[in-house]
């Protein structure tokens, strides 16, 4: 299973950390990814990051602005999200793209 937690109401500019943590199976052998649906929009991706934390992915939208890591003492995955802007609108979640498994979403809202 998969919780996300993390979200909030910001502002402009603030930054938030998103967390999810991952429980049953190996933790180290999952890659995770995270994703974002805003009201009206098709889930996008936003990050991902391999199951060492060796390699990582992001969308352009969010490059230089977003930043994620692993602990896998802890079995958890975080997204630091800095500069946010209130495109980043959205709720959040986090996967596992390998087993097709979905956290149940954290919502950050972010005003101008």
């Known amino acids: 299973q998969l919780q996300a937690s993390g979200g909030g109401l910001v502002q402009a500019g603030d930054s938030l950390r998103l967390s999810c943590a991952v429980s049953?199976?190996?933790?180290?052998?999952?890659?995770v990814g995270w994703f974002r649906q805003a009201p009206g929009k098709e889930r996008e991706f936003v990050s991902a990051i391999s199951r060492s934390g060796g390699s990582t992915d992001f969308a352009d939208s969010v490059k230089g602005r977003f930043t994620i890591s692993r602990d896998n003492a802890k079995s958890t995955v975080y997204l630091q999200m800095n500069s946010l802007k209130p495109e980043d609108t959205a709720v959040y979640y986090c996967?596992?793209?390998?087993?097709?498994?979905w956290g149940q979403g954290t919502q950050v809202t972010v005003s101008s």
């Open positions: 996967n596992i793209p390998d087993y097709g498994l």
């Open positions: 049953g199976g190996t933790f180290s052998s999952y890659s």
